[in-house]
């Protein structure tokens, strides 16, 4: 249903917007981008693992993208993205290898440790880095056109899209796939798993570099639009920030990253002139009372509302195991 | 190499290994007995410090003497660990210990947040001084270095007295084997009566204590700033991790362990000073995945 209805009239709204109407697309350029990563951090729940450290690839794409652009004369985007693609899922790989091997508490603070010693790095090595003040990026060339500003954001506006789109209905698919399968199984049995033949780690090692991929490109399509790549984006608030987007949006589907990154984006531009100095104590006052009142987030707030009014339609949710069985095989045919 | 440097690297790893020992054995009793990873345990550190900071701040303005500022401390410590730890285990920490693992640790991760936030809003982002109390206690000579008594005498026999401290409460007082009998087996230490509600909230209020004494007793030594709760929890999860999550007298060792570590990168690779803790731990965990002093648990299937 979401995946078949709601994704599709939601692009074409996105590809219509632009033409229609302007002043949104700087906003829905960062909401696209943002959601990237989150839909990483959703990948991982989806075996029950929590990362405190994923900036650290978000901040990996967005210097790689720097670095490639101030390297080719005219910079090219295409060639920075793909390196910093290159670059996430090897940095994914490396750190991935040693994570997987742990569960929950370790996993979560492994990610968080190594990502403190990567925005650490960023800030010292001032000579490569430019420190704290950042690594400032020049508009890149777009196939080798060179543009406007007014032209270029349009372009990375539809770039972005369609690179999101791609990316929810390729890991929609990849959940629905028997690794995707195997890799909900981590969270419920992992024994099972193993007495099956497969490698647990290995598939989570597959989940973890796919969702670092996602985490860099998110951080070079957000480095590329912002024209400056600083050590903030790898630090563990900005690593909380995704955990919470994913939670607010819900784990459920990856439909939730879009819907978490937009609603997220929204409260963020019109709410700091209220709340500035108190941003982050907001977000976890959110957060907490989420987790304890409304665990299934946003798209599952939605489902249980849809399922109330139109009895018997209800899609299965993370949270409501209510519904009789005996509907329950009918029901995730629809969903599908 | 010149002796005096490697004296002077033995006493910042003993000084350093000092401070973050007492963070740290705070967060794994509370991990060894409530199973929970209190991720906001960093904030307490910085709490500490800072109430610590502000506190001997108004001492000095009011010229009283900063030998006040000792037990001062130790009041600002147990004041903090014990309301905000109090009030975070009986409203929140309450709720949750049914619940899936990876939502325990966001709801930490959350008052972290806040708490990092409130930190900032009361205290603003301009660092605090507050080293009467280092200088104070003078200087010791130690192999012709000198260096601040305070650091290198005080900061170690705080340290071992907290852990023998420890141990002597949970071996041979009631309410630590109240403590210990929970650790074991819940359900069997519930059925014959103990409460094990009282014996959490106990132990966390111990542990969050533990935590802001050992921002409170830091707070001479450096500047006390935003952030300092970040890296904090993240280094005292390296050292717990070391020794094996839960082990006390394991956490000392690694402590130590990778203050002397800490100390040596600063006077030999002074770029990876940051690293060299992780580094450890990554080592240690590599060939021991339970940590140096954990015990391996058989696998249930």
Known sequence: ?336 | MSLQILVLTVLDGIAYGSLVFLVAVGLTLVFGVMRILNVAHGSFYALGAYAAASLGLVLSAYGISAWFAYPLFIVAAVAVGVSVGGLMERFILRRIYVREEYLQLLVTFAIFMILDNVQRLVWGVQPYFYTEPLSLMGNVTIVGIPYTAYQVIFLPLVALFILFGLRWFLRKTLAGSLIVAVTEDREAATAIGINARKVFFLTFIIGTTLASLGGALASPTTSVLPGMGAEMIVLSFAVAATAGLGQIGGAAIAALLIGLGRSSAVFFMPELEVVVPYLIMVIVLLFRPEGLFGKTTARKI
């Open chain 1, 1 to 336: 249903m979401l995946m078949r209805i709601v994704l599709p009239v939601v692009v074409l709204v996105a590809i219509v917007l632009p033409l229609a109407t302007s002043g949104w697309d700087a906003f829905l350029t960062l909401v696209w981008a943002k959601a990237l990563p989150v839909l990483g951090i959703i990948l991982l729940l989806q075996a029950g693992q929590v990362s405190f450290g994923h900036a650290m690839f978000f901040a990996t794409g967005a210097y790689t993208a720097g670095f490639v652009i101030r390297a080719i004369p005219g910079g090219e985007i295409v060639i920075a993205l793909a390196a910093a693609i290159g670059a996430s899922v090897v940095a994914g790989l490396l750190v991935g290898v040693f994570v997987v091997r742990y569960r929950y508490i370790f996993f979560a603070m492994f990610n968080l440790a190594f990502s403190m010693v990567f925005y650490s790095l960023l800030e010292k090595f001032i000579h490569i880095t430019g420190g704290s003040d950042g690594l400032s990026i020049p508009r890149p060339e777009i196939l080798g056109q060179a543009m406007e500003r007014s032209e270029y954001e349009f372009v990375l506006y539809y770039l972005a899209l369609a690179l999101l789109v791609i990316c929810l209905y390729g890991v929609h698919r990849f959940l629905d796939s028997p690794l995707g399968h195997t890799l909900k199984a981590i969270k419920t049995n992992e024994t099972r798993i193993e007495y099956l033949g497969l490698s647990p780690r290995r598939v989570l090692l597959i989940a973890y570099i796919i969702s670092a991929f996602l985490a860099g490109l998110g951080g070079a399509l957000v480095a590329v639009f912002q024209g400056i790549a600083t050590p903030e984006y790898a630090y563990w608030v900005r690593s909380g920030e995704f955990v919470f987007v994913a939670i607010l949006g819900g784990t459920g589907n990856v439909f939730g990253a879009l819907a978490g990154s937009f609603v997220y984006e929204y409260i963020r531009v019109t709410a700091t002139a209220y709340v500035g100095d108190t941003w982050q104590l907001t977000l976890g006052l959110v957060l907490l009372v989420i987790i304890l009142f409304a665990p299934s987030g946003l798209v599952g707030v939605l489902n249980d509302i849809r399922g109330y009014l139109g009895k018997g339609r209800r899609e299965p949710t993370p949270s409501g195991g209510k519904q009789p069985s005996g509907k329950t095989e009918k029901q995730r045919g629809e969903e599908q």
